[in-house]
């Protein structure tokens, strides 16, 4: 008898549940501004914000994370204690501000992008925000130089925080070398991997026609397929910006 109540309870909670419709939550772009402006802009630092507002004159600008996201990373970053950090693909800089803001006056972030005039956009407000000197910049393409950090023993395990925001076609090449360099217990962090959530639309989506979509979906796919099994790691994936996997390095 006990058990048949039980059993409409569950049954009464999933008609709830589906009513809700409460496995899609973010329903309406009035419901995100909600977010923004309760929980993320009143917290947001004076720099990050200044930082937002210039990038979103930039003919890029898409490329930068929203500010819940900066949220989010700065979270993690405390979390685990970071202090040695990395960050592949800067573009103005509002994730690595908001990394910098979160690590102690000592942490340090290795970051890394093809182009320095972007860096260079954002870099009066890092100043202005007192944590350059958390920043090591370096300008060219990133797996060059994650095959140099690989060769020296050093730096196998040496950093607690890695964010990846970079070439897509490189995610797997990233995660490769990535993996070695961030300890046990750290975490990696990879960027648009849910896309614009056209890795689950059918093929006659519009989003299929969209250029940057059709380049990218293949390699994200792939990435996402290669995340879920590997033993090496746990991850959660987080339908925050445009996706997150979050992964932990486990063994
Ligand atoms: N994380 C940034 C933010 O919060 O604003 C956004 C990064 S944006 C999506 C991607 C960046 O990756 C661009 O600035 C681009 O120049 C850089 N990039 C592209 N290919 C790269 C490569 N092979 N190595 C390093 N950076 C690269
Ligand atoms: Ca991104």
Redesign the pocket.
Known sequence: MALRTKEVEQSNQIAVHTELNHKNLLQSSELYQYILETNVYPREHQCLKELRQLTAKHPRNI???PAEEGQLLSMLVKLIGAQNTMEI?VYTGYSLLSTALALPHDGKILAMDTNREYYELGLPMIEKAGVAHKIDFREGPALPLLDQLIQDENNKGAYDFVFV?ADKNNYLNYHRRVIELVRIGGLIGY??TLLFGSVAAPPNSPLMDTERIKRNRPFVLELNKALAIDPRIEICQLPV??GITICRRIS
């Open positions: 490329m930068a994370i693909g925001d960027d648009n910006g445009d």
